[in-house]
């Protein structure tokens, strides 16, 4: 579950060739950006950005929000030729687009080769064909399964956006999205639980009763099934949850949403973890051994898991830091004096299959 350090330098493109609006698409809100940025802009950005990224990251500039393979050729160009000059002086590593299955073929892949890009993230939110209809995507399944699968033939590095909670989906619809979705060996992914925004289509459905959110426990329940199955197959899951913005926070209207929701999925997984570790142990379990850096989130969200788990089990639990425990493991010491260690990918296995 180590994943490389990546520093990301986002330059958004919102709505651009994008010929659908999707029930619950408002990228504008989304991305905090109403227009396509200049060159001039772009390298501003890239040069800001530069400034700040720590010398062990592994560097990529990333143009989010649109269609990208889809606006002209001309304009492509345009924008990938200041991304390349920064790649052609090794000043960063990896040149990053985002796009729309069906906007996915040969001649546009030849295009990016050209550029210099090497990672495609493809908006696939669902694999079931109701639920894309459902949510206006305009694309099939089977067009999301063909892009996905030239995009690794033509060697470029695959991510994939997945958006649990679509109107018309379920979480046996979900989690079988996901598990399709590993069958396409993605390099990465995203996940991201629906929300419903002020002004799209998926609002006015939320005002006339004819779509319901997830709440938030529904959310972190479902995501983490989502994102651990992902895990499950050493795919490396690089986001959960949009990132928080007071403009994102002003224009929500419903769903899932909590500024730290990917730290609240990692905590939950942690609860499993350790509930199931006392289980076994027979209550035995009193002192809690974890990683400096998995501390908080083996605590919990305001230390709701030792809470949890001290009136669940009637008995007092200690989380303590200790630099000798690898990350995403625990280790408890047993009023036996012996010790017994688990880790996420067994809990994964054991429980999330």
Same mark, same amino acid.
Request: hydrophobic share 40%.
């Given at each position: 579950m180590n994943v490389v350090k990546r520093a990301i330098i986002p330059i958004f493109i919102p709505h651009l060739a994008c010929p659908h609006r999707c029930v619950f698409c408002d990228q504008n809100t989304i991305s905090g950006n109403t227009g396509c940025p200049s060159s001039m802009q772009i390298k501003e950005t890239i040069e800001r950005y530069l400034e700040t990224i720590p010398e062990d990251r592994l560097i990529e500039i990333a143009f989010y929000g649109g269609s990208f393979t889809g606006i002209p050729i001309e304009q492509q160009e345009s924008l990938l030729s200041v991304a390349q000059n920064y790649l052609r002086i090794g000043k960063v590593n990896n040149i990053r687009v985002s796009t729309r299955p069906d906007y996915i073929d040969e001649t546009r892949l030849e295009l990016l080769t050209n550029f210099g890009v090497n990672i495609i993230e493809i908006g696939v939110q669902s694999l079931d064909n109701s639920v894309l209809a459902q949510s206006g995507r305009g694309h099939s399944k089977e067009q999301s399964v063909d892009a996905c699968k030239l995009i690794k033939e033509l060697g470029f590095e695959l991510g994939i956006q997945l958006m649990p909670g679509l109107p018309g989906s379920s979480d046996?619809?979900?989690?079988?999205?996901?598990?399709?979705?590993?069958?396409? %060996? @993605?390099? !990465?992914?995203?996940?991201? @639980?629906?929300?419903? /925004? =002020?002004?799209? !289509?998926?609002?006015?459905? &939320?005002?006339?009763?004819? &779509? %319901?959110?997830?709440?938030?426990e529904q959310g972190i329940n479902r995501v983490k099934r989502v994102t651990a199955a992902l895990y499950n197959k050493e795919i490396p899951v690089i986001r959960i949850g949009l990132h928080p913005? =007071?403009?994102?926070?002003?224009?929500?209207?419903?769903?899932?949403?909590?500024?730290? !929701?990917?730290?609240? /999925?990692?905590?939950?997984? !942690?609860?499993?973890?350790?509930?199931?570790?006392?289980?076994?142990?027979?209550?035995?379990?009193? /002192? /809690?051994n974890v990683n400096p850096l998995d501390i908080a989130t083996a605590k919990g969200f305001k230390k709701t898991n030792i809470f949890r788990l001290q009136n669940e089990f009637n008995l007092k639990i200690k989380i303590i830091s200790n630099e000798k425990i690898s990350r995403d493991s625990i280790e408890i010491s047993r009023n036996d004096g012996k010790t017994s260690r688990y880790d996420l990918l067994q809990l994964f296995r054991n429980q999330y299959n």
């Open positions: 046996e619809s979900d989690m079988e999205t996901v598990l399709n979705a590993i069958d396409l %060996r @993605p390099d !990465f992914c995203r996940v991201y @639980p629906t929300l419903v /925004i =002020k002004g799209t !289509f998926l609002h006015r459905m &939320y005002n006339q009763g004819k &779509y %319901r959110p997830m709440s938030l913005s =007071k403009q994102l926070e002003d224009a929500l209207a419903g769903g899932p949403y909590h500024p730290a !929701f990917g730290d609240l /999925i990692k905590g939950r997984m !942690f609860y499993d973890l350790l509930r199931m570790s006392i289980i076994e142990l027979s209550g035995s379990a009193r /002192i /809690i």
